[in-house]
């Protein structure tokens, strides 16, 4: 079922969003090499938990982290660990939901460890620039199908693969809800947007191939090749949309 967001609820998702982003931002200030995957989940666990919010992963379907912590050819939901132990070069994507009062909001961003190559660079570059292209014209009416095609195209253009085995999804009261927001398509295919709906765009670009090797939990490339992720929650509106997963200003927060 497809649901649109009232004002009250869109409010929530917003303190969920300032807190998701906020625990992101605290994992990358650790990341460097020679830290753990587990130790980078305890940080955003003891932030979500600090500001009064649920770690929305931990326990979803089993998974047993706060934190999806993917390095280079893992793609999504990678298991946080004391044995992964990150190295120089690698790039590691943290994907964190956190939900405040039963709202839930979705983010992900793709970090360097240490020095990486400049493939790599390129590659977190253009994973990014894919979910801008997608909220270009995007609004009321829009369809499905306008993102994903713009997200494909975007990392085409640049030699990379966009993932078609996974995508993104509505976001409110569930972490997963209606509709599947596929990452590759046709534009002014697919369903209508309608203002006051909540999706999560979450760009997975590969530098080859975009087909996975999926085995559980487990999202790898085929080839080996490495992989990133650039995730927000945003609300549909009349004229354009809004980012949910962002800080919300100082003044704002102290009245939260
Ligand atoms: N942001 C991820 C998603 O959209 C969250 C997965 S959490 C997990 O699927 F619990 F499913 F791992
Ligand atoms: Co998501």
């Given at each position: 079922m497809?649901?649109?967001k009232n004002q009250k609820e869109i409010e929530l998702m917003k303190i969920a969003g300032d807190i998701t982003i906020r625990a992101i931002e605290e994992v990358g200030k650790h990341i460097r090499p020679g830290i753990s995957t587990k130790e980078l989940d305890k940080i955003a666990h003891d932030y979500i938990v600090s500001r009064g919010a649920k770690p929305s992963c931990l326990g979803y379907q089993g998974f047993p982290g706060t934190i999806c912590a993917s390095v280079d050819e893992v793609v999504v939901h990678g298991i946080p660990s004391?044995?992964?132990?990150?190295?120089e070069g690698q790039i590691i994507s943290i994907d964190c939901?956190?939900?405040y009062k039963g709202y839930h909001g979705d983010a992900a961003r793709t970090f360097a460890v240490g020095n990486i190559s400049e493939e790599k660079q390129k590659l977190i570059k253009v994973t990014e620039e894919c979910f801008w292209k997608a909220l270009e014209g995007l609004k009321d009416g829009s369809r499905l199908g306008d993102i994903g095609a713009a997200v494909q195209k975007n990392a085409e253009k640049h030699g990379f693969g966009s993932v078609r085995e996974m995508g993104g999804h509505?976001?409110?009261?569930?972490?997963?809800?209606?509709?599947?927001?596929?990452?590759?398509?046709?534009?002014?295919?697919?369903m209508k947007l309608k203002t006051g709906m909540t999706i999560a765009i979450e760009p997975m670009i590969t530098a080859g191939t975009w087909e996975l090797r999926l085995n559980g939990w487990?999202?790898?490339t085929k080839?080996?090749?490495?992989?990133?992720?650039?995730?927000?929650?945003?609300?549909?509106?009349?004229?354009?949309?809004?980012?949910?997963?962002?800080?919300?200003?100082?003044?704002?927060?102290e009245q939260r």
């Open positions: 497809i649901t649109t004391d044995d992964i132990i990150l190295q939901v956190a939900s509505g976001i409110g009261r569930h972490m997963h809800e209606d509709p599947f927001v596929p990452m590759f398509g046709t534009a002014g295919t697919g487990d999202a790898r080839d080996g090749r490495p992989s990133a992720h650039y995730e927000n929650t945003v609300l549909i509106k009349d004229d354009g949309v809004e980012i949910l997963t962002k800080k919300l200003e100082a003044n704002n927060f």
